[in-house]
């Protein structure tokens, strides 16, 4: 028995076309997609109807949340600054209107009972919630209650983007991290093989290589661009380097720019600017004052 775990593909059609390549030589018995298929990279409505046509069993990841959140009618007091924020998921919303329904009947996770009567579940995040996430960094105590008061015994989720096997207690946290948008500084796509063997379950990280260049060159497009608005730029960034840059622009750049100090397209040039070494010590950094204040 095989299951593949795929998670955060964003919207990424080159990375998702990749990982379907190895999966043929695979064959698992299912795949499981956790969330995030949609939002942030250029091609959502590729994306949503190869999936849909793949027939694979699909989760609802926060960002597709936020598709749904953005296909409502916008309200004439929406803050300017949470309109660029915003403006990837609204953009994304315009291409794909009609799988918002869909996207509402999506489960955030699923459980099922293994060989030996272990519960299994696949999860975008943690099982109670799709905005949180297992880091390398986050504590037992913080883990403990993302598993909640009856934990499984093996845990496959994403959300992170960061790949991650980890035992809390008598749980298997295995992170598949990202298809489409790996922020571990390795741009290859990652999914997750879970199989039962030998009486036991075995976890798999596999990475596939693609033309990253050839989403970079779409993603840097005009037409994406002005659909997604100044933070297209900061998307690019991501898939160049590999690591994270949207919420760390969001967290030091965007009050900045709310307080009337830079404006929006000065503010993304400034960010970008600088080099990824700068950039990898503020993350460090926010890392350890989010760490810190969840101790409290």
Not at 117 to 143: L, M, Q, W, Y
Not at 157 to 183: E, K, M
Not at 186 to 213: H, I
């Amino acid at each position: 028995m095989r299951v593949a775990i795929l998670a955060d593909i964003h919207a990424n059609l080159s990375a998702l076309e990749a990982v379907i390549a190895d999966l043929e030589t695979l064959e698992p018995d299912q795949v499981i997609v956790a969330g995030d298929f949609q939002n942030r990279g250029p091609f959502p409505r590729e994306v949503t109807y190869r999936l849909f046509a793949l027939g694979w069993t699909l989760l609802r990841g926060n960002h597709e949340d936020y598709v749904i959140i953005q296909s409502q009618p916008a309200t004439n007091n929406v803050d300017q600054i949470d309109t660029y924020s915003w403006q990837p998921a609204r953009w994304t919303a315009e291409q794909v209107p009609e799988t918002v329904p869909r996207l509402k009947s999506l489960p955030i996770s699923i459980a099922a009972e293994g060989p030996d009567g272990s519960i299994v579940c696949i999860a975008h995040g943690s099982p109670r919630s799709n905005e949180e996430g297992f880091f390398p960094s986050t504590s037992d105590a913080k883990a403990k209650e993302m598993l909640g008061a009856s934990p499984p015994q093996i845990l496959c989720c994403g959300h992170t983007h960061i790949p991650l096997s980890r035992q809390i207690d008598g749980t298997a946290v295995f992170n598949v991290g990202s298809v489409g948008f790996p922020f571990d500084g390795d741009s290859r796509a990652a999914y997750g093989m879970l199989s039962w063997n030998n009486g036991r379950w075995k976890t798999e990280l596999r990475r596939v290589g693609y033309p990253v260049a050839d989403v970079v060159a779409a993603v840097s497009d005009s037409g994406f661009y002005e659909g997604a608005g100044p933070l297209g730029q900061i998307i690019q960034r991501e898939l160049e380097t590999a690591r994270p840059h949207l919420t760390l622009f969001t967290m030091t750049f965007l009050p900045r720019v709310r307080a009337g100090e830079l404006g929006i397209t000065e503010a993304v040039a400034e960010y970008l600017r600088h080099p990824q070494a700068e950039i990898e010590s503020w993350y460090a950094q926010i890392r350890k004052k989010i760490i810190a204040n969840s101790k409290r």
